[in-house]
C-alpha cells in the first residue's frame, strides 16, 4: 500500500534480493510494470536450487529447460540489473524511498569483456568441489556455476593472496608454482616463478625462504617444502629460458652498479619493462656475494653461471672487472646513464678488535671463501677456529674442512637458539662433524713461536637482558678464561659495504655502520637519479632481501624516469602478513619430505652439491601437502588463455548505494545439515546423500553425466532408501518442509527411469504429504511403477563392513520390525531458514517468526514487518516453486502499487534509428563468422568457413571475430553494415536461442530491419558434437552457412504489429481471490469489472469464521467488501452471469447480464477467479441424522457461541456441548471419483478440533485421517492438537470407517492403522471434511476464454511450475479455488499474483505481437480448416461469407494469439497459411541447399 | 474392518486414569515408531513402547491391561532419546507400569499409594509409629519394664524370640500379598488368548520365571550393560538378605559372637555390601540425573532404595555397636532397623515398587508362555494385537 507518509514523489525502481526462481519472477513481474529492478544475488549466477534440480514434479519436466529462456530473458532485461556476490549491508529511509547499501564482492573477470567461452577452465590447475553438484563433482578455481547461468561470466574463488606470497620479499607466488607441480606442469611452475624471480635456481638453494614459516600447513604438521620444490623445478627444466620483455624496448640507459641479487633482480625487472640496463661489476664473476660469499657445494658455480649467462641473453649487459670510480669514474656515469642503481653489497669484513688478529693464519670469512671461490691459493689449517654464527660463519667452517680441516669449530658468544644461521645449515654443518662451542667470546689469538696462529683465549659467557636485537645480551664472566688450540682461525662476525670510493666523494650519507643511506621505501639517495639498495644499504642480509631491493629500485626508477610519483600505492611492497584465517580441521597428517643428501661422512671432503634435489615423483607428493591457502593460485594461468584480457586481479570489493522505492526479500532457504542428525551416518557413511546430492546424480549435466550411481565406488544401486523428514517436523523444527514427499516421489520415479523397472526404491515416510494439484496422482503413478512406501520413520543407519552397504531398520507390517540393506540411502533433506538469518532480519529490519523464517500475516500474505519490504519463497514459508513464484508476483504487485506514481520513471525507452527501405535491392550479406576463443575455432577451421564464405553468391562481406556477441564485435558489424552497405546479416556462432536477440537488435541500431539476419550454430551442431572430427566439423560448418545464406537471400523485413490495449480487467467470480485481484489492480490504477453470480461478495470466505492464526476472517472480509464499494475503479455486478467474452489479449469484448439487464464491455484482460464448491456427503450418514454434519457446519456452530452439539433428546439444544466428536477426513477427496487432495481438510480439522478443546476442554475429540498434510508451519498446529489431546487415528482407504446409530448414540467403527485394530468411538457428534470440488460452469468459462481444464475440471494453467496463474491464451489469468484447493493465504498469494501478471499487460499502451506469425493467403485458403483443429493455441478460426454470390471459407489467424508454432503451415495442403519468417519457400531453399541441389 | 476381530470400545476416560499414576504425556506422538526401532528388547512377539502408548491414547482398556510389554521395557530410554517429538517414551512406560501394578492390585491400596503422595508417605509413617508403639508396648508390658527404666540396657536376646515371629510376618505376609496377585494378573493378560493356551506350555515355560528372577537375562540386551550389573547386585543382595532373615534369624541375631571365618559372620555383611553398592549407583544415578534413565525421578522413586540403604546400614550398626559391647547404642538401634524395615516391607512390597521382583518375572514368563503357544500353533493366524 502507499505509503501516506512520505511526501516526496517514491522512487521507481526496486531492489530484488535472491536470484532464485522466486527473485526472477518478481524481478520479471517488476520490469515489466515499469520499475528498474536491481536484482541482488549473493552467489556468481542468478538460478537458485531449481537450477540445480534435475526434474519436477509432477509433470517430470527438466527443470534447466524450463527455467532456461527465463534466465536468458532476465539476463537480457533492460530494466534489471543484474548484481552479483552481493550482499545487502543495510537499509536506511522508508516506503517508497530507500537507500540500500550493498558490498559487492570482486569477480576478478571484467563482466564487460567475459564472454563465457570457457578457455580459462582447461588452464587453471585448482580444482575444488562443486557448489554446483554439491560437492560431488569439481569444479576448476575460475569458474561459472552451471553452463547456462546467467550472467554468463566466470568467476575467480579467490580468498587473497596466499600467506607464503604475502611474507616472501618479492611476493614469489609459492601456492602458485606448487600447485603446478602437483599437476605434473613443471614448465608452467617455472613461468610463474620467473614471473617475480629471475634466479630461481639459485634461489631454491640459498634462499632462507620466509614462505616456509608463513606456511599454513606449519600448524598441522610441516610446511610445505618450498626451496626444495623450486628448486626440482630448475632442476627439471635446465635449459630453461628467461621471458624477453613483452613491451617495446625504451631509449633510457640505466646503469647498475655491483651484479649481486640485487643488481640482476633490478636489471631483470628494468628489461621487463623494456630498458636496456648494464651492469657494471668490480670482480672477475658477476654474482656478488653470490659468486664469492656462498660455497659451491651450496650452490653450484655452473648453475650461477648460467643464471647470469640467462640474463645476457635477454639484453643485459653486463660489465666485468669494471670497478665504478676506477675503470670509470661516478660522474661519467650519471652523464651517461639516465639513472643509477648502487648495489655494491657489503664485502668488507668486520674485525674482532681484539690483540692478536693479524697473526699469520686468522683470516676474515667473506676473504677465505671469495679465495676458495676464485680458486686462489688459501693458507690450510688442521685445526680450524671459525668466530661467529652466521651463515657466512657455517658457510667458512664447511669450506675449511672441504679445504683438508680435520677439526672444525665454531665459536659463538651465545647459544644455538641466537644463532642467526638457517638451522638447515647448522644441522648440516654438525652432520659433517662440526664442532660448535657457545658462551665463548674470543679475547685474544696467541700465537707460536713461528708467529703463526696457535690459539684463541676466550672468556666464557652467560646469557643477560635482550638487547636491541631482541636476543639476550651475551655478558662475560670474570675469570673464564680458557684456551682453544687452533691452527688457523676465521672471523666471520659480519661485513659493511666498501664505500670509500664513492661515498664521500659523491656527497652520499653513510651511516656510523658505514653502509649508505637510502630512502626505505623508495631507496632513493640525496642524488637525484641515483638509488641505492641491498647489503650496501642494509648491511650484510639475506639473498631474497637484496633482491626485493633491486625491484624496488627497478620500480623506482620506472616511476622517476616516467616522472610518476615515487611513493603512491607501494605500501604492499615488502613482507606482510594475510588476514584472513585458513580452516585446517580435517586435514589429514602428512610430514613434509626432505630432499636426499650425499653421505655425510664423505661429503665433507667434496665441494659437491650436498643436497641432491626431489624425484618427480617426490616433488609431486610434496607438492600436493599445499593446502592451496589463497584458493585461486594466482598463477595467473587464465590470463594467458583469455584471449579477451578479461581477467582483472586488481578488482576489489565495492560499496554502493541504491536508491528504491521498495524491496522483495526471495534469499531463498538451507537445506539442513543432515550431519547432525548423527545416527543418520551422513558424512560418515559415503552412500548416504541428501536429495539435493541425488538430484544432481540424476541430472545429465551433474558429476556423473546422468548416470545413477553410489557415490562410494561409482556403482549402479539396485536398492535405494528414501528417508523422509530429515530435519522437518520434529521437536527442533516444528513445521513439515512441504515439497520433501514429492520430490522423494519424483527422484524415486526418475531413477526407476534410469535404472529400469529391477530397481527397489523405498520410500520411508510417515504421513504422504501430496497434496498440491496433480501430487494425489502424482503419487498413485508412483506406487504404479512400483515405488514403495513404507510407512515407518526411520531412526538410525548402519553401515556393512566392506560393501559400504547400509542397513535400514523399520517397522513392518503389524508392529514387526525389520532390517533392509540398501545400497543407497537418498535423505529428504528438509528446509531451513537462509544462512545467517538473523544478521539478515537485522539488516532488512524485518522480523523473524518462532521457526526464524520471515513472519507474514495470513491477509498480508507477502508482508514483512517493514512496511515496503516484501517477501516472497521459502523464506516466509517452505514452499514448492508454483507457491514461489506465486508469491513473487504477489510482492510484485504490492511494489507496483506502493510505487504507482513513480513507474516508468527510471527505465529508459529503447530508439532505434530510421529504417533503411532494402525492397528491391539485391541482397549483400555479411557473414561473421565466430571463433569464440576456442569454442569453436579449436574445432572448425574457422578462417576456412570465411573464405568460403566469400566465394558464395551475393556474400560482399565475410570475416571471423574472436567473440562475436562482444560489444566491440557489435560495433564493428555496424560498421561493416554501413560501410559495405549490407542488406542481409548472417552470423555463424552458437546458438539462436540465447542470442539472436543480441544480434538482431544489432541489425535495428545499425538501421537494417532486425528480421534481415539469420544465424548459423556452428557451435552446438559442429565444434562441440564433432569435437573429435575437425574436419567434418568444418565441412558440416560450411553447409550450414551456405544452407543459412540461401534462406537469408529470401528473408523479408518483418514488422511487429502492435494492438491497443484496454486499460481495463474482467475479474470473474467475487470471492476472496476476485475480490482481492480486483482490489491490487485497482489500487495501481486500473478499471476493473468484478462479476459475481450470488447477490453478495465473498464466496467461501463467508463461511469461515477463524483461522488457526487466530485472526478474524469476517473482519477481512468486511474491509475488503468497504474497500470495493468505495473503490471508483471497481465496476461491481453482482447476481451477475457472462453471456460471452469474445476478443484476445489486449481487446476483449464481454457481456454480461444482472438484474435482467445485459452490459457489454471491453476490456484487456481477464482473471478467473471463480472458486469452487463444497462436496456435498452422501456417506456417512450425513443428511440422515442430525448428529453428522460438515466442518463448515460445525465451524458456524462453534462461531455461534451456542454450543456445539445438536440434540438433547431430539431437539437441539442451544448450549449444550458434545462429549465426544469424531471428526472424518477425505469424504469426497482421494477417492476413485475425486483422486485430488482438497489440500486444507486436515488443517480446517486441526482448527476445530483446536477450538473444540478451548471451548470445551473436557471433550473428546477423535480425528480419523488417512495421511495428516499439515504442510508449512501448520505442522505446529497439529503438534498443538495432538498435545491437547486430539487423538488421532488413522485409517486405510480400504477399510473406510462406519457410522451407525445405536441405542447408545453413533457409534463410529475404525480400524486403528497403527495397532491393525478395530475399535468403536461413541460419539456425539461426527464431523466430516468434506472434500472442495470444482464449479461445473468452470466448462462454460474456459470455452468462453478458448482455456484448458484439468480432468477433475479445475482450471490447467500454463505451466504447473513456473506459470501458476497464466494460461497459454494469453491475457487470461487464474487465482484461487478455481485453479485447485487451497487456503486463504494461497489464495490471495495467487490472486496478488494474477494481477500482477495481468498488470504487465494493463500498462502498456499497446503491445508488440511477434513477428514470426501465421498469415493466410485468401486466395489459396479453400476453408478446409485442417489448421483450425491443430492451432495449439486456438488462434485459427474459420469465417463464412458470401463472395460473388457464393459462400466462401477461410480461415483467419488471431496475430495477438498465434505463437507462431507452424503446425498450421505444416497441415494446408494448398499453400493457404505460412509463417513469416518461415515460408516454405525459405526453408526449401534451405534444404536445396543443404542437399546441394541449387 | 478386520475380519474375524471383534472391536474393542474406545474409552477416552482411560487416559485421565493412567495419569494419575504419573507423567504420561506422550501426545506429541505421530506414531512414527522410532521408539519401537530404537529398543533392543522388542521382538516380534512384543512390539513396544508404540502398541502400549497407543492402547493408551486411544482408551483401549482391556488390550492395555492385558499387555505384558511395559514389563519387558527394562527402561534404558534408548526410545527416548531417538524420539523426535521428546514425547518421552521411557516415563510413560514407567508410568503405565505403576498403573498396572494398581490394577493387578484388588483392594484399591495400591493404586491409593501409587497414586497418592500422601497415602504412600501416610501408610510409611503409620506403620513406622506402629511399629514404635509395638516396641514401647513390648518393652512396657511383655518384658514389664518401667517406663523410666526404658533407657536401662538389655542384652539382645530377650528380643529375640518374639522378633523371630514378627519378622516371618512382616516379611512373609507381603509376599504372600504379591503371590495372591498372580491369578489375577494371569486373568488379565492370559485367559481370554485364542486359542487358550495349554497348561503344558505353561509348565514348560515355568523355568522361566525362575531363571528371569535369578538372572534379570532381559537386562543384559540392553544397551549399558554397567546397569544390569548394579541392579542384579542390588536384588542378590536383597534376596540374601531376606533368606537370612526369613530363615536364619536365629542364627544371626544372637549374642554369641562367631569367629570372623564363620558364614555368620560375613554372609550378612556380604549382603549389606552388595545392597550398598546397588543402592549407591543408582542413587547417585538419580541425584545426578544425567542417563536418560535417571531423568524425571520422582520422590518415590528413591523412598525404596534410601531405606533399604538405612535398613543394612543400620543393622550394621546394630552389629558395631555389639562387637564393641555398647549395648545400648546396640539396643536402640536395633529399635530404629526394626522401625524403618518394617514399613518397607510391609508397604514397599506388596504395593510400592518393590512388587516388581514378582511382577516382572511374571509378566516375562507369560510372555515367554504367549510365544511358545504362538510358535506351537503356527497354522492359527496369529494376531498379535488381538487380545
Do not use: H, Q, T, W
Given at each position: 500500500m502507499p505509503s501516506e507518509k512520505s511526501q516526496t514523489p517514491p522512487v521507481g525502481a526496486a531492489l530484488v534480493v535472491g536470484g532464485g526462481i522466486g527473485g526472477m519472477q518478481a524481478a520479471l513481474d517488476l520490469a515489466s510494470g515499469g520499475i528498474k529492478v536491481y536484482l541482488a544475488e549473493r552467489g556468481p549466477a542468478i538460478g537458485g536450487v531449481m537450477a540445480q534440480l534435475d526434474k519436477t514434479f509432477p509433470t517430470n519436466d527438466c527443470a534447466m529447460c524450463t527455467m532456461a529462456p527465463r534466465l536468458v530473458e532476465i539476463g537480457r532485461h533492460k530494466d534489471i540489473d543484474i548484481l552479483t556476490l552481493t550482499e545487502v549491508e543495510r537499509v536506511d529511509g522508508q516506503a517508497g524511498n530507500f537507500t540500500v547499501s550493498i558490498k559487492q564482492e570482486p569477480r576478478f573477470v571484467d563482466p564487460t569483456k567475459c564472454t563465457g567461452c570457457g578457455a580459462c577452465i582447461t588452464e587453471c590447475p585448482v580444482t575444488l568441489p562443486s557448489e554446483f553438484d554439491q560437492g560431488l563433482g569439481e569444479r576448476k578455481a575460475i569458474y561459472r556455476p552451471y553452463p547456462q547461468a546467467v550472467p554468463n561470466i566466470f568467476t575467480i574463488s579467490r580468498r587473497g593472496v596466499a600467506p607464503c606470497q604475502a611474507a616472501c620479499p618479492v611476493h614469489q607466488d609459492g601456492q602458485g608454482y606448487v600447485t603446478l607441480i602437483a599437476q605434473k606442469r613443471f614448465e608452467e611452475a617455472l613461468q610463474v616463478i620467473l614471473?617475480?624471480?629471475?634466479?630461481p635456481s639459485i634461489c631454491g638453494r640459498v634462499c632462507t625462504h620466509p614462505c616456509t614459516a608463513a606456511c599454513t600447513r606449519a600448524g598441522v604438521d610441516d610446511p610445505v617444502n618450498l626451496p626444495a620444490l623450486k628448486r626440482f623445478v630448475t632442476d627439471q627444466c635446465p635449459d630453461y629460458k628467461l621471458p624477453q620483455p613483452s613491451v617495446p624496448d625504451r631509449p633510457e640507459r640505466i646503469a647498475i652498479v655491483g651484479s649481486g641479487p640485487a643488481g640482476l633482480a633490478c636489471a631483470y625487472q628494468l628489461r621487463q619493462q623494456g630498458y636496456r640496463p648494464t651492469i657494471f661489476e668490480a670482480l672477475s664473476t658477476a654474482g656478488g656475494m653470490l659468486a664469492v660469499g656462498i660455497p659451491s657445494f651450496r650452490l653450484p658455480r655452473r648453475l650461477l653461471n648460467a643464471e647470469v649467462d640467462r640474463m645476457r641473453a635477454i639484453g643485459i649487459e653486463i660489465l666485468l672487472d669494471t670497478p665504478v670510480g676506477r675503470s670509470i669514474a661516478f660522474d661519467d656515469l650519471r652523464k651517461s646513464f639516465a639513472a643509477v642503481f648502487l648495489a655494491i653489497g657489503a664485502h668488507v669484513e668486520r674485525k674482532l678488535a681484539v690483540p692478536g688478529e693479524t697473526l699469520v693464519g686468522v683470516t676474515g670469512g667473506v676473504e677465505f671463501l671469495r679465495r676458495v671461490n676464485l680458486e686462489m691459493p688459501v693458507i690450510p689449517g688442521r685445526q680450524v677456529l671459525v668466530i661467529g654464527g652466521g651463515n657466512s660463519a657455517l658457510d667458512a667452517a664447511r669450506t675449511a674442512l672441504r679445504c683438508g680441516a680435520t677439526d672444525v669449530t665454531i665459536v659463538y658468544r651465545r647459544t644455538r637458539a641466537e644463532m642467526p644461521a638457517d638451522p638447515r645449515e647448522i644441522e648440516d654443518a654438525q652432520r659433517e662433524g662440526i664442532k660448535l662451542m657457545f658462551l665463548a667470546a674470543p679475547k685474544s689469538f696467541q700465537a707460536d713461536a713461528n708467529g703463526r696462529v696457535a690459539g684463541l683465549e676466550c672468556l666464557k659467557m652467560k646469557l643477560g637482558k635482550p638487547d636491541t636485537s631482541g636476543r639476550p645480551a651475551p655478558e662475560p664472566i670474570p675469570g673464564s678464561e680458557f684456551v682453544l688450540p687452533c691452527d688457523a682461525a676465521i672471523v666471520s662476525i659480519g661485513q659493511f659495504p666498501d664505500v670509500g670510493a664513492l661515498g664521500e666523494r659523491l656527497g652520499l650519507d653513510i651511516t656510523k655502520w658505514g653502509t649508505l643511506t637510502a630512502d626505505p621505501l623508495t631507496l632513493e639517495t640525496g642524488l637525484p637519479g641515483v638509488f641505492a639498495g641491498g647489503d650496501c644499504v642494509t648491511g650484510p642480509d639475506v639473498v631474497v632481501n637484496a633482491k626485493l631491493a633491486g625491484r624496488k629500485a627497478a620500480r623506482s626508477i620506472d616511476r622517476w624516469l616516467n616522472r610518476q610519483d615515487l611513493r603512491i600505492g607501494r605500501e604492499l611492497e615488502g613482507p606482510y602478513r594475510t588476514e584472513y584465517e585458513v580452516d585446517t580441521t580435517g586435514v589429514l597428517m602428512q610430514r613434509q619430505i626432505h630432499m636426499q643428501a650425499l653421505d655425510p661422512a664423505t661429503r665433507g671432503r667434496t665441494f659437491a652439491e650436498v643436497h641432491v634435489g626431489y624425484t618427480p615423483e617426490e616433488a609431486i607428493a610434496e607438492a600436493k601437502r599445499c593446502l592451496a591457502c589463497g584458493i585461486c593460485c594466482d598463477c595467473h594461468l587464465c590470463e594467458t588463455a583469455c584471449e579477451a584480457n578479461a581477467i582483472d586481479y586488481t578488482q576489489r570489493e565495492q560499496k554502493i548505494d541504491l536508491n528504491v522505492g521498495a524491496v522483495v526479500l526471495a534469499p531463498g532457504y538451507e537445506i539442513f545439515d543432515a550431519r547432525l542428525k548423527k545416527d543418520l551416518g551422513y558424512g560418515r557413511f559415503p552412500n548416504v546423500i541428501t536429495a539435493l546430492e541425488f538430484e544432481r546424480i540424476l541430472s545429465a549435466s551433474g558429476p556423473y553425466s546422468g548416470h545413477v550411481l553410489r557415490p562410494f565406488d561409482r556403482q549402479e544401486p539396485k536398492r535405494i532408501a528414501f528417508l523422509q523428514c530429515v530435519g522437518s517436523r520434529d521437536s527442533d523444527n516444528d513445521y513439515c518442509s512441504s515439497v520433501c514427499c514429492m520430490y522423494a516421489t519424483k527422484e524415486a520415479i526418475i531413477a526407476k527411469e534410469h535404472l529400469g523397472e529391477g530397481l527397489q526404491c523405498d520410500i520411508f515416510f510417515m504421513d504422504l504429504r501430496a497434496f498440491g494439484k496433480g501430487f494425489e496422482q502424482y503419487y498413485h503413478r508412483a506406487q504404479e511403477l512400483g515405488v514403495h512406501y513404507i510407512r515407518s520413520r526411520v531412526p538410525k543407519i548402519e553401515e556393512v563392513p566392506g560393501t559400504r552397504n547400509l542397513i535400514v531398520q523399520y517397522l513392518g507390517e503389524n508392529d514387526k520390525k525389520l532390517f533392509q540393506e540398501y545400497d543407497l540411502v537418498v535423505l529428504s533433506v528438509g528446509m531451513q531458514p537462509p544462512k545467517d538469518v538473523k544478521v539478515l532480519a537485522e539488516r532488512f529490519g524485518v522480523a523473524l517468526n518462532t521457526f526464524n523464517f520471515c513472519g507474514t500475516s495470513t491477509f498480508r500474505p507477502a508482508e514483512s514487518s517493514r512496511e515496503g519490504i516484501f517477501v516472497a519463497g521459502p523464506f516466509a514459508e517452505p514452499k514448492d516453486i508454483p507457491e514461489t513464484v506465486m508469491q513473487a508476483s504477489a510482492a510484485a504487485t504490492q511494489v507496483l502499487s506502493l510505487l504507482r506514481e513513480a513507474r516508468g520513471t527510471l527505465i529508459t525507452p529503447k530508439v532505434y534509428p530510421p529504417e533503411k527501405d532494402v525492397k528491391g535491392e539485391e541482397p549483400r550479406i555479411g557473414v561473421f563468422v565466430c571463433h569464440c576463443g576456442t569454442n569453436i575455432a579449436g574445432v572448425v577451421n574457422v578462417p576456412d568457413i570465411v573464405e568460403y564464405a566469400k566465394t558464395l553468391p551475393n556474400v560482399v562481406y565475410a570475416e571471423n571475430n574472436l567473440y562475436t556477441c562482444s560489444n566491440d564485435t557489435q560495433d564493428r558489424i555496424k560498421e561493416q553494415i554501413a560501410e559495405h552497405n549490407l542488406n542481409r546479416v548472417v552470423v555463424a556462432s552458437c546458438t539462436p536461442r540465447t542470442h539472436e536477440p543480441l544480434f538482431r537488435n544489432t541489425l535495428a541500431e545499425a538501421g537494417l530491419n532486425p528480421y534481415l539476419f539469420e544465424m548459423a550454430n556452428i557451435r552446438d551442431q559442429c565444434s562441440w558434437v564433432h569435437m573429435h572430427e575437425p574436419e567434418k566439423a568444418t565441412q558440416k560448418s560450411k553447409d550450414l552457412v551456405r544452407m543459412a545464406l540461401a534462406k537469408s537471400r529470401l528473408l523479408q523485413p518483418l514488422h511487429r504489429q502492435t494492438v491497443r490495449v484496454e486499460k481495463s480487467a474482467l475479474v470473474i467470480g467475487g470471492g476472496l481471490s476476485g475480490m482481492t485481484a480486483a482490489l491490487a489492480l485497482a489500487r495501481q490504477g486500473f478499471d476493473v469489472y468484478l462479476v459475481e453470480k450470488e447477490n453478495e461478495l465473498g464466496g467461501s470466505l463467508r463461511h469461515t469464521y477463524y483461522l488457526l492464526s487466530g485472526e478474524n476472517p469476517q473482519d477481512e472480509l468486511a474491509r475488503l467488501r468497504d474497500e470495493i464499494a468505495q473503490n471508483t475503479r471497481i465496476h461491481l455486478f453482482t447476481g451477475a452471469a457472462i453471456e460471452k467474452i469474445d476478443g484476445t489479449i489486449g481487446n476483449f469484448k464481454t457481456t454480461i447480464s444482472a438484474g435482467g439487464a445485459t452490459t457489454e464491455i471491453t476490456h484487456g484482460v481477464v482473471i478467473v477467479a471463480t472458486g469452487a464448491k463444497q462436496y456435498q456427503p452422501k456417506e456417512y450418514l450425513y443428511g440422515q441424522d442430525d448428529s453428522v454434519i460438515t466442518q463448515r457446519e460445525l465451524e458456524a456452530r462453534l462461531a455461534s457461541g451456542?454450543?456445539?452439539?445438536?440434540?438433547?433428546g431430539n431437539r437441539p439444544a442451544k448450549t449444550a456441548v458434545a462429549k465426544t466428536v469424531v471428526m472424518i477426513q477425505c469424504v469426497g477427496s482421494r477417492d476413485a471419483d475425486h483422486p485430488y487432495c482438497s489440500r486444507v481438510c486436515c488443517a480446517e480439522a486441526i482448527k476445530n478440533a483446536l477450538k473444540i478443546k478451548a471451548l470445551s476442554p473436557q471433550t473428546h475429540v477423535y480425528v480419523l485421517y488417512r495421511d495428516i498434510r499439515t504442510y508449512g508451519f501448520k505442522e505446529s498446529y497439529y503438534t498443538k492438537a495432538r498435545q491437547q489431546g486430539v487423538v488421532f487415528v488413522r485409517y486405510d482407504e480400504s477399510q473406510k470407517p462406519e457410522v451407525s446409530r445405536n441405542g447408545k448414540g453413533l457409534q463410529v467403527a475404525v480400524c486403528d492403522q497403527t495397532l491393525g485394530m478395530p475399535i468403536t468411538i461413541s460419539a456425539d457428534l461426527v464431523v466430516l471434511s468434506a472434500g472442495i470440488h470444482p464449479h461445473e460452469d468452470n466448462r462454460k468459462i474456459a470455452q468462453f476464454l478458448k482455456v484448458p481444464l484439468n480432468s477433475e475440471g479445475f482450471f490447467l494453467e500454463a505451466h504447473m511450475k513456473l506459470r501458476p496463474v497464466d494460461f497459454m491464451t494469453d491475457g487470461v489469468f487464474l487465482c484461487g479455488l478455481a485453479h485447485s484447493p487451497k487456503n486463504i493465504e494461497e489464495s490471495i498469494l495467487q490472486a496478488q499474483a494474477a494481477s500482477a501478471r495481468a498488470a504487465s499487460v494493463l500498462v502498456q499502451d499497446s503491445l508488440e505481437l511477434g513477428a514470426n506469425i501465421s498469415q493466410v493467403l485468401d486466395e489459396s485458403c479453400d476453408g478446409c480448416a485442417y489448421c483450425v483443429d491443430t492451432c495449439p493455441y486456438k488462434a485459427i478460426t474459420m469465417l463464412e461469407y458470401m463472395w460473388q454470390g457464393s459462400i466462401k471459407k477461410v480461415v483467419e489467424t488471431a496475430d495477438s494469439t498465434c505463437k507462431g508454432c507452424g503446425c498450421c503451415q505444416a497441415t494446408c495442403p494448398k499453400n493457404g497459411i505460412f509463417i513469416r519468417g518461415f515460408t516454405l519457400e525459405q526453408i526449401e531453399a534451405q534444404i536445396h541447399a543443404a542437399l546441394g541441389v541449387a | 474392518m478386520a475380519v474375524g476381530i471383534l472391536p474393542v470400545q474406545s474409552d477416552p476416560t482411560l487416559l485421565a486414569d493412567i495419569r494419575r499414576y504419573g507423567k504420561f504425556d506422550p501426545t506429541g506422538c505421530y506414531q512414527c515408531g522410532s521408539c519401537t526401532i530404537s529398543c533392543d528388547l522388542v521382538s516380534d512377539f512384543a512390539s513396544f513402547p508404540r502398541t502400549s502408548i497407543r492402547y493408551s491414547l486411544l482408551g483401549l482398556r482391556a488390550p492395555l491391561l492385558a499387555n505384558l510389554e511395559p514389563w519387558i521395557c527394562h527402561d534404558c530410554g534408548d526410545c527416548s532419546t531417538t524420539c523426535p517429538r521428546q514425547a518421552e517414551p521411557r516415563i510413560s512406560m514407567a508410568t503405565l507400569r505403576r498403573f498396572l501394578s494398581g490394577q493387578y492390585e484388588r483392594t484399591g491400596m495400591a493404586s491409593k499409594l501409587l497414586t497418592s503422595r500422601a497415602w504412600y508417605f501416610g501408610s510409611l509413617a503409620s506403620a513406622a509409629v506402629a511399629v514404635v508403639l509395638l516396641i514401647l508396648c513390648f518393652h512396657l508390658w511383655y518384658v514389664g519394664l518401667p517406663l523410666s527404666g526404658l533407657t536401662t540396657p538389655l542384652g539382645l536376646e530377650h528380643m529375640f524370640p518374639i522378633m523371630t515371629y514378627y519378622t516371618l510376618t512382616v516379611m512373609l505376609f507381603p509376599l504372600l500379598l504379591l503371590l495372591s496377585r498372580v491369578f489375577r494378573i494371569w486373568r488379565l493378560t492370559m485367559s481370554r488368548q485364542q486359542p487358550p493356551i495349554p497348561f503344558s506350555v505353561y509348565a514348560k515355560e515355568a523355568w522361566m520365571y525362575v531363571y528371569q528372577s535369578v538372572t534379570h537375562s532381559l537386562m543384559r540386551k540392553c544397551p549399558e550393560r554397567g546397569r544390569w550389573l548394579g541392579h542384579w547386585i542390588l536384588a542378590l543382595g536383597t534376596v540374601m538378605m531376606l533368606t537370612i532373615k526369613v530363615f536364619a534369624l536365629r542364627w544371626f541375631q544372637t549374642d554369641n559372637i562367631y569367629p570372623w571365618y564363620n558364614p555368620q559372620r560375613w554372609l550378612g555383611y556380604l549382603a549389606a555390601a552388595f545392597i550398598f553398592y546397588g543402592v549407591v549407583d543408582i542413587l547417585i544415578g538419580r541425584v545426578q540425573a544425567k542417563k536418560e534413565i535417571y531423568k524425571e525421578t520422582r520422590p518415590e522413586d528413591m523412598v525404596f532404595p534410601i531405606l533399604l540403604l538405612l535398613t543394612a546400614g543400620s543393622g550394621l550398626a546394630v552389629n558395631i555397636f555389639r562387637y564393641s559391647g555398647l549395648a545400648f547404642a546396640a539396643h536402640c538401634t536395633y529399635a530404629l532397623h526394626v522401625i524403618i524395615a518394617t514399613p518397607m516391607l510391609v508397604v514397599e512390597m506388596p504395593f510400592g515398587k518393590a512388587a516388581h521382583m514378582i511382577y516382572r518375572p511374571l509378566a516375562l514368563y507369560f510372555q515367554a508362555v504367549k510365544e511358545r503357544a504362538a510358535q506351537q500353533a503356527p497354522a492359527a493366524e496369529v494376531v498379535p494385537h488381538a487380545v
Open positions: 614471473r617475480d624471480n629471475p634466479l451456542n454450543g456445539f452439539l445438536a440434540r438433547e | -
